[in-house]
T-cell receptor, first 117, second 114 residues
Framework: DQQVKQNSPSLSVQEGRISILNCDYT??????FLWYKKYPAEGPTFLIS?????DKNEDGRFTVFLNKSAKHLSLHIVPSQPGDSAVYFC????????????????FGQGTILTVHP | GAGVSQSPRYKVAKRGQDVALRCDPI?????LFWYQQALGQGPEFLTY????????KSGLPSDRFFAERPEGSVSTLKIQRTQQEDSAVYLC????????????FGSGTQLSVL
């Protein structure tokens, strides 16, 4: 049972354009969402997050949108740069994850983003 | 060190062999997590430590998997009698242990069981 789904395995975008990565979830207990970026042979690195009490969070070129009624979130990167080429993982957690285990995350399968010069 | 360090980087094991994977978290980080990432999938939670206490091991796939963090710093994930389905990248992550938990991941150990 895949509770966090990234239905697009890959996305190709021209440099300077907008990249939109999508993520859907099924568990209504999830109340905090994160995006991680992963380069080959490296571990995932935190990019941006959003709490369920918000519908938008922005950090520079990165914006995450949350639609709770649709159980959908998206990551917008604008303008896209070749250095953004990586695998992007959507992750979610519940405040009821157990004890203080705020880091117990459920990840999607990832989307490979390629930004062409 | 500045980041989370994992060793070995690669491990090849024969089926039935025991393996031990090491994680050095960021100094001072209270929380430590182990995740398993199969090829083409996202990381999946295995177990969680707060200091030396293992508070959640619900993700460990079988009793062949065992993790410890005896002094609240370095952690070891041990897999006994490895099977081919254990082949994956094993990621360790550490954090400060607060509600704004941002996990810092190591580069992982890629385990191949032949």
């Amino acid at each position: 049972d895949q509770q966090v789904k990234q239905n697009s395995p890959s996305l190709s975008v021209q440099e300077g354009r907008i990249s939109i990565l999508n993520c859907d979830y099924t568990n209504s207990m999830f109340d905090y969402f994160l995006w991680y970026k992963k380069y080959p042979a490296e571990g995932p690195t935190f990019l941006i997050s959003i709490s369920s009490i918000k519908d938008k969070n922005e950090d520079g070129r990165f914006t995450v949108f949350l639609n709770k009624s649709a159980k959908h979130l998206s990551l917008h990167i604008v303008p896209s740069q070749p250095g953004d080429s990586a695998v992007y993982f959507c992750a979610a957690r519940s405040s009821n994850a157990g004890g203080t285990s705020y880091g117990k995350l459920t990840f999607g399968q990832g989307t490979i983003l390629t930004v062409h010069p | 060190g500045a980041g989370v360090s994992q060793s070995p980087r690669y491990k090849v094991a024969k089926r039935g062999q025991d393996v031990a994977l090491r994680c050095d978290p960021i100094s001072g980080h209270v929380s430590l997590f182990w995740y398993q990432q199969a090829l083409g999938q996202g990381p999946e939670f295995l177990t969680y430590f707060q200091n030396e206490a293992q508070l959640d091991k619900s993700g460990l796939p079988s009793d062949r998997f065992f993790a410890e963090r005896p002094e609240g710093s370095v952690s070891t994930l041990k897999i006994q009698r490895t099977q081919q389905e254990d082949s994956a990248v094993y990621l360790c992550a550490s954090g400060q242990g607060n509600s704004n938990e941002k996990l810092f991941f190591g580069s992982g150990t890629q385990l191949s069981v032949l």
